[in-house]
């Protein structure tokens, strides 16, 4: 076991009550007393599960703090939040509204996840390259891998990031459609090449970022998609 990032943890609890705070639109000094050390709770399991992991391992497949973190606000947190409310009787229209402010969150998580990524790839995108199996070769193979590979997660995550904070559903097709076609790709190789170690991690990954995207569509104010395509 590492050791605890304690001050990743402290971060973690003021991000997730700023973001709770934005969505409900809360300013009261209980919520503002009582919300940091409630979050705290959560990110001291988050960051002891994460310190279980290891430095080495969290060092060689960084995605593993997302999909932790992820995991179980969509594994946990939403199915309770449902259930409460289902047996209080509360609106629906309540109970949709309470889910978005943790979609929103999941945006954030991830459209920052896809930002480093882009940015990675264009500072270091030799090393980074080795994470997602790829190999340069030569000075074009190194301009790919810069060019292309940090446009996809830097569109991703920017759309992300502000679909979430402007409340633009339509903006998150942007990344459903990118990772469905990753994921749609990943699958064809699969039938026709085989898999390999790990492959399902990936496929994985990209099958949660489009069903976020595409609840969080559905959820925040959005067009019809035949009113997007005119």
Same mark, same amino acid.
């Given at each position: 076991?590492?050791?605890?990032?304690?001050?990743?943890?402290?971060?973690?609890?003021?991000?997730?009550?700023?973001?709770?705070?934005?969505?409900?639109?809360?300013?009261?000094?209980?919520?503002?007393?009582?919300?940091?050390?409630?979050?705290?709770?959560?990110?001291?399991?988050?960051?002891?599960?994460?310190?279980?992991?290891?430095?080495?391992?969290?060092?060689?497949?960084?995605?593993?703090?997302?999909?932790? &973190?992820?995991?179980?606000?969509?594994?946990?947190?939403?199915?309770?939040?449902?259930?409460?409310?289902?047996?209080?009787?509360?609106?629906?229209?309540?109970?949709?509204?309470?889910?978005?402010?943790?979609?929103?969150?999941?945006?954030?998580?991830? $459209?920052?996840? #896809?930002?480093?990524?882009?940015?990675?790839?264009?500072?270091?995108?030799?090393?980074?390259?080795?994470?997602? #199996?790829? &190999?340069?070769?030569?000075? $074009?193979?190194?301009? *790919?891998?810069?060019?292309?590979?940090?446009?996809?997660?830097?569109?991703?995550?920017?759309?992300?990031?502000?679909?979430?904070?402007?409340? #633009?559903?339509?903006?998150?097709?942007?990344?459903?459609?990118?990772?469905?076609?990753?994921?749609?790709?990943?699958?064809? &190789?699969?039938?026709?090449?085989?898999?390999?170690?790990?492959?399902?991690?990936?496929?994985?990954?990209?099958?949660?970022? *489009?069903?976020?995207?595409?609840?969080?569509?559905?959820?925040?104010?959005?067009?019809?998609? #035949?009113?997007?395509?005119?």
């Amino acid at each position: 076991m590492g050791a605890m990032d304690w001050l990743g943890v402290i971060l973690a609890a003021l991000a997730a009550t700023a973001v709770l705070g934005l969505a409900f639109r809360q300013g009261r000094i209980g919520w503002l007393v009582a919300a940091p050390a409630l979050n705290l709770v959560s990110a001291l399991m988050l960051g002891h599960a994460l310190a279980r992991i290891g430095p080495d391992k969290l060092a060689a497949k960084p995605q593993l703090f997302f999909m932790q &973190s992820g995991g179980l606000a969509l594994a946990f947190v939403l199915p309770a939040l449902w259930f409460t409310h289902l047996r209080d009787g509360t609106p629906r229209r309540q109970t949709v509204i309470d889910s978005l402010a943790f979609l929103t969150a999941l945006l954030f998580l991830f $459209g920052l996840f #896809n930002l480093m990524l882009g940015i990675g790839f264009l500072v270091d995108p030799t090393n980074l390259g080795t994470t997602f #199996n790829l &190999s340069p070769v030569g000075l $074009g193979g190194l301009a *790919v891998l810069r060019a292309d590979m940090t446009a996809f997660f830097l569109v991703a995550g920017g759309c992300q990031l502000w679909g979430g904070w402007k409340r #633009n559903g339509d903006l998150l097709l942007v990344p459903a459609l990118l990772f469905g076609i990753a994921f749609t790709g990943r699958a064809i &190789s699969a039938a026709l090449d085989g898999t390999y170690p790990g492959f399902a991690m990936p496929m994985a990954v990209e099958a949660l970022q *489009v069903a976020l995207a595409v609840a969080a569509w559905r959820i925040l104010p959005h067009h019809r998609i #035949n009113e997007i395509a005119g």
